[in-house]
């Protein structure tokens, strides 16, 4: 047995790595960097911003005057669709492959001061249907091997505009955490004969220790290996490889939980809460990946208010991750919060 | 062939991991968060410092009056030596295991205002004897199995004090990192007989494109794989496993590339310049580690300016790490700067 009050580490079951738990350090007092508070105070119009409706963007088009959602290729894309093929290998010590890819923006709203768990489920379900459609648009092109559906939220996780929108890169190869996944959930796959996420979410739901929604379609849940302070995941019940598959009632029961999910973090502190979130999902046009099931994380960074974060440096960086706060005591705090954003309260 | 102009993926041969390199997004232009200018007008000596000599600390002490260098354990250790031993096991879906540790704090100076590239390199040199010598101390504890000496230089990375001081972290299990880097080399020893970080100095020297320093004992470079915009790594010429091997000439040498390289970087935008920097070096008390080859690795966030960093959220932390300028232009970069310090000039 493991005394879970005493320092510890866990196993993330996804990538193999671990995280060092250390409890009985909650209570370090911080004199460290303190960031700025989000003001909260934006237009709902405003006409600086490269993604609200009629403006221009840098490569000189106009936005369309959209209602809902608007999708468009990222001006400053880190991968390109027309790279050429290729590979280099210096006696195995220096190797590089040619990267082939597509960037692509969406935003989530017309409204430059919304966010999600501010938005109505209906209009969430938009953006949910707008991910799904892109999904089977990108899984066309043959030589697209994976798509990630991202968003960065709040300028401390590097989003460079507040007006809510997301990200896909779209790629020819299958990226480290992708790579890492599958293999663990191939493993797992071939082992039990069963998807390892659909085990997890059962013994979850049976402990009901960390779990937050539990809803027809989904489950929120603190993972057992939680690195970042308030970490969660979105697992679906369902055990299906990719957005593509997501029938109308899951797509509805997605919106309703990201609405769910995002308000209760709103509400921790009574602020945005930031966060990068994205989805991970079966490579396409790579053959059957009946191992994979489909999952949405959440990396939030605040720890202890609005203003201080946890750093993932130094031991962190050349070591482990390292956390403070046990995923029980993150999964208590998420759980005792109010389902009424904290501004419309 | 690749054309390292276009975007394309490396191989960090460490760990097995990509990077994601896109050369063309170099101007992007950024209009997300500033980071704060450090102001650099700090007192020589501050009386609500816990690391000044004779101050108080957490936990109630007095520092000595010390000259040099400062060692103690940390009031708010993540890791604690009397944590009882114990694993947990449930259905191979959740797993714990209990750690036992020791966090130490080294101060490397007793003024408050100075950093590794304002020191004397006498002053250096005392700092990487104290880390030898407690390396040996900590080795002779049997239940340590690894011993990771780092520094968090800066506010943006978590340091929460400007008094210059680094940690030693020793546990009793081995970190991701660590584990990820002895797979790797053991393969690669096995395989060739020879050092895997060896072969690639030798290279790194025969193309010079990458080199920044070139001593007697050491050499400083931009790793053909480096992530972070301007990261570097210092490597032995000798094939050594641990510090604890070190001679009287390469702890000279090592106190004299620390200087050069950290000048360099403070010169690069005239400024304190952050980062987090440790040695990676073999497991002790876990038998022969034939396939290790000590580096120290430093990871500075600064991208463009003194306030603005590389965010690495959102692909980055679901797919790959990506970087925006190729580590050969970061090489040329440091190479340019010159080697009196900013302050001095
Ligand atoms: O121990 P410190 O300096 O208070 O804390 C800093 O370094 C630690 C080790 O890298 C990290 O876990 C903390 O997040 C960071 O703020
Ligand atoms: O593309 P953006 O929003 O300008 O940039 C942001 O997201 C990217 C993808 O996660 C990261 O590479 C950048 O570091 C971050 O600032």
Redesign the pocket.
């Known amino acids: 047995m493991v005394d879970l009050n005493q320092p510890h580490h866990r196993l993330n079951i996804l990538t193999g790595e671990k995280v060092l738990v250390s409890p009985h350090r909650n209570n370090r007092p911080w004199q460290g960097k303190v960031e700025d508070i989000v003001s909260g105070n934006l237009p709902a119009y405003d006409p600086t911003c490269y993604l609200c409706p009629t403006n221009k963007r840098a490569d000189g088009t106009d936005n369309p005057d959209y209602q809902d959602t608007f999708v468009f290729t ?1 001006d ?1 894309s ?1 991968i390109l669709e027309n790279t050429a093929e290729g590979t280099f290998n210096q006696a195995d010590l220096l190797q590089a492959t040619a990267e082939r890819g597509l960037c692509k923006v969406i935003t989530f709203s017309p409204r430059h001061d919304l966010t999600l768990p501010e938005m109505d489920i209906s209009a969430i379900l938009k953006v949910v249907n707008l991910w799904q459609q892109e999904f089977n648009i990108l899984a066309q092109k043959e030589w697209i091997k994976y798509i990630q559906i ?1 968003e ?1 939220k709040g300028a401390i996780m ?3 505009n507040p007006h809510p929108h997301g ?1 896909i890169w779209s790629q020819s190869s299958l990226p480290n955490e992708i790579l890492i996944e599958t293999a663990r959930q191939k493993a797992y796959y071939e082992k039990n004969n069963t998807s390892m996420l659909q085990a997890y979410i059962e013994l979850e739901l049976s402990l009901n220790e960390r779990v937050i929604i539990d809803n027809d379609h989904f489950v929120a849940l603190v993972p057992y290996w939680a690195t970042w302070p308030f970490e969660t995941m979105i697992i679906s019940k369902r055990h299906l490889q990719h957005i593509g598959q997501f029938n109308e009632e899951e797509k509805a029961d997605l919106a309703k939980t990201l609405q769910e999910l995002t308000i209760r973090y709103d509400n921790i502190f009574s602020t945005s809460f930031p966060y ?1 979130a994205g989805m991970h999902q079966a490579p396409i046009n790579d053959g059957a990946h009946e191992e994979w099931h489909w999952h949405m994380h959440f990396y939030p960074p605040l720890l202890r208010s609005a203003s201080i974060k946890k750093f993932m440096v130094g031991y962190e960086m050349l070591g482990s991750p390292q956390r403070d706060i046990t995923p029980e005591q993150a999964a208590a705090i998420i759980k005792k919060q109010s389902t009424v954003h904290y501004k419309k309260a």
């Open positions: 990222n400053f880190a991202f960065n590097g989003c460079s990200q990068s």
